[in-house]
Nanobody, 124 residues
């Protein structure tokens, strides 16, 4: 069992930055793919970014490529999402997710463990 807890959400103006953190506990953190998803009101949950255990594989959604950076610190059991040049359309609840193994999937059905989410609001 893996427990995930997100932090770092908040409200910013367009063009601003936020850094989300996700602290993991439970099974060995280093054997899991960690991902970030988001869900805006009335929309389906969508993939944002993911990173495998060695950080040798990283994948981003096209909508955030060049603006967001995912990273992980296995020693601290924490994954981060640095979000720069934020846009109003980035407004959503952001979720941290985990799945065992090293292959990165972009569909939420492939992730077994989820945090409770953290709200990010970007105003124009």
């Amino acid at each position: 069992q893996v427990q995930l807890a997100e932090s770092g959400g908040g409200s910013v103006r367009a063009g601003g930055s936020l850094r989300l953190s996700c602290a993991a506990s439970g099974r060995p953190f280093s054997s899991y793919v960690l991902g970030w998803f988001r869900q805006a009101p009335g929309k389906e949950r969508e993939f944002v970014a993911a990173i495998n255990w060695s950080a040798g594989a990283i994948y981003y959604a096209d909508s955030v490529k060049g603006r967001f950076t995912i990273s992980r610190d296995n020693a601290k059991n924490t994954v981060y999402l640095q979000m720069n040049s934020l846009k109003p359309e980035d407004t959503a609840v952001y979720y941290c997710a985990a799945r065992a193994g090293s292959y990165i999937y972009t569909h939420s059905n492939n992730y077994n463990y989820w945090g409770q989410g953290t709200q990010v609001t970007v105003s124009s």
